[in-house]
């Protein structure tokens, strides 16, 4: 049973949805040693946040985009956590549905991801600086 | 420590939310082998998803399809991944609001769900053919 | 690499969001024994749920709760599970749209949350009693 730790630091992305499984895969060396194990993503800001979804057409992510924008639209007469922008708001409320981890498979030393499938950073603010996940790699 | 993982097959469902605790359970012969641990689940598809909510009235998992159909509608017009069919789009967006993947506690050889809780496959197309789940057990 | 697995019961709680960062501390004692580990919280009911946030001006967690009352109302007309109150089906979807459990990275003794970062728990009843949740922390 090893365990490996390391934090990932991602530079300023655009607001939207962002494909990073290649810079994620990057930052954890150790994923060829495992046979079996578990990868947990972890990202340490309430304004930003993590999923898995498709990593071919780009327009899905813009329609991800899109569409939370309808959901959780900016300046709604209920917000009263208004001073940081009318960004600030809805994106703390799209990172708690979408979420600050991800936990996925490993199996024979790479991701057990769908053929589909890759991992998303969701930029919910308009000018962001760096963003740091924290890996937590274990396994046998 | 030991890590058992596999992978278990689920036949082509209706959309809707479906209880599939007891697939799960089939899928996952070494669950009585472990005091204490934790079964991670992933569903390596970008259109359906997994949940945690009540094992017992069907009208739930009705009404969780009926709202989830006001919050992400077909044919929305910002929607421009709109080749796979209407179906298509809103299947990604609710699969990265649900989530691709569960973490359950196991003590004493038995998952620790609470008395009403089971385990959902939300399948977001209206022809899917089957899903597959990745199930990693492990504890001691 | 060791386990620990215990119940964190927690009393009751008004509808909303509410920071409970320090109630999780006090009941997992064996934290500062880890140098690299994981903790994954669940909570065990399907009215009420788990999620990090901004652990600072409580007006987020207001507008939280204002939010998803919008985004998931009472007395929608597509709701056929009525029996149980009107808070009662919305609080389902709500639990299924922010999720059941938690997995946070754990180093040198202590979780690796953002400076920023809280956890919540998140009440969706109008009168619900207390809470219970399996708290699973395993590393080394």
New interface residues.
């Given amino acids: 049973?090893v365990?490996y730790?390391n934090r990932i630091e991602l530079g300023a992305m655009p607001r939207g949805f962002h494909l990073i499984t290649a810079d994620i895969l990057r930052g954890i060396d150790d994923l060829h040693q495992l046979q079996?194990?578990?990868l947990?993503l972890?990202?340490?800001?309430?304004s930003a946040s993590l999923?898995?979804?498709?990593n071919a057409?780009p327009?899905?992510r813009?329609?991800?985009e899109?569409?939370f924008n309808?959901?959780?639209p900016e300046n709604?007469p209920?917000?009263?956590?208004t001073l940081e922008g009318p960004d600030d708001?809805p994106a703390?409320?799209k990172?708690?549905?979408?979420?600050?981890?991800?936990?996925?498979?490993v199996?024979e030393g790479r991701l057990?991801?769908?053929?589909?499938?890759g991992i998303?950073l969701c930029e919910h603010r308009d000018h962001a600086s760096g963003r740091?996940i924290?890996a937590?790699l274990?396994?046998?």
């Fill in positions: 049973m365990w730790q079996v194990g578990l947990h972890f990202i340490q800001h309430t999923a898995v979804n498709e057409d327009d899905v813009g329609d991800l899109r569409h309808v959901m959780v709604a209920h917000y009263q956590h708001m703390h409320i990172s708690v549905l979408l979420g600050s981890s991800l936990t996925l498979p199996s057990l991801l769908g053929t589909w499938q998303y740091t924290i937590t274990q396994g046998e």
